[in-house]
């Protein structure tokens, strides 16, 4: 098989991709918009609304909306940044916390039920080898 670099990283993309639509999509309860704001602020700690929107690639005023959502449920709360007390950030709350690892653990649920019961012990063999893989990929693509 000679697959070349861009032809193996389109495939890698797409199943990827199509994986991580159909976890969420089976696993989670959150919507995507919550779900990946909890997500960054667990990541990197506290952030303003304009950084939570500059990461995920939205508009201030749906990041706004989003964190509005958020803080009603208990799951952010708003504070002042340790660095400069005139800045208000996002804080994830313990409950915040507690969903969002609620979310991580259904979604890895979903996807370990479908390797135990789909793939071999050989397949899953080569499946245990990936995640280096990707681990050594992104650490490059974080220079």
């Not at 089976?26 to 990541?43: F, M």
């Not at 500059?54 to 749906?62: D, M, P, S, T």
């Not at 709350?93 to 653990?105: D, F, H, K, N, S």
């Amino acid at each position: 098989m000679t697959t070349t670099p861009d032809d193996l990283a389109e495939e890698l993309r797409e199943a990827i991709g199509r994986i991580v639509r159909a976890t969420r999509a089976l696993a989670d309860e959150l919507p995507q918009a919550q779900s990946a704001s909890l997500g960054l602020l667990d990541r990197q700690g506290p952030l303003t609304i304009a950084d939570l929107a500059r990461a995920r690639g939205v508009k201030h005023q749906g990041q706004s909306r989003t964190v509005a959502e958020l803080e009603e449920r208990g799951f952010v709360e708003r504070g002042a940044s340790d660095g400069d007390r005139r800045v208000s950030v996002i804080r994830l709350t313990e409950p915040g916390r507690a969903a969002m690892l609620r979310e991580r653990r259904a979604r890895a649920g979903t996807f370990a039920a479908v390797i135990d019961a789909d793939l071999s012990d050989a397949e899953r063999a080569v499946l245990a080898q990936v995640p280096e893989l990707f681990h050594h990929i992104a650490a490059r693509l974080e220079r």
